[in-house]
């Protein structure tokens, strides 16, 4: 079992930045993708980003490309999703998740509880 724990959230201008932490306890996150998604207020939940078990292969979403980076430190057991250029569209709850190397929000088993991330235009 992989508990997550994400942090870094909060309300910033648009064009501003925040970064994402995931801390993961339990059981070693190092085999598993870790990925990052996000629900919007009436909307599906979304993929952003993911990057792969060694930390070397990242992608994402089209709206986020260029925007937001993902990385990984296993020594930490920690992911992070740094974001500039934000935009009111980016606000939602974001989620970090370990999984298997995907996109779909269904092949993660392993969930944090969210952060609340909102942009201010």
């Known amino acids: 079992q992989v508990q997550l724990v994400e942090s870094g959230g909060g309300l910033v201008q648009a064009g501003g930045s925040l970064r994402l932490s995931c801390t993961a306890s339990g059981r070693n996150f190092s085999p598993y993708t870790m990925g990052w998604f996000r629900r919007a207020p009436g909307k599906e939940r979304e993929f952003v980003a993911a990057?792969?078990?060694?930390?070397?292969?990242?992608f994402y979403a089209d709206p986020v490309k260029g925007r937001f980076t993902i990385s990984k430190d296993n020594a930490l057991n920690t992911v992070y999703l740094q974001m500039n250029s934000l935009k009111p569209e980016d606000t939602a709850v974001y989620y970090c998740?370990?999984?298997?190397?995907?996109?779909?929000?269904?092949?993660?088993?392993?969930w944090g509880r969210g952060t609340q991330v909102t942009v201010s235009s």
């Open positions: 998740a370990a999984g298997p190397r995907s996109t779909s929000a269904n092949e993660y088993p392993y």
């Open positions: 990057v792969s078990r060694t930390g070397g292969n990242a």
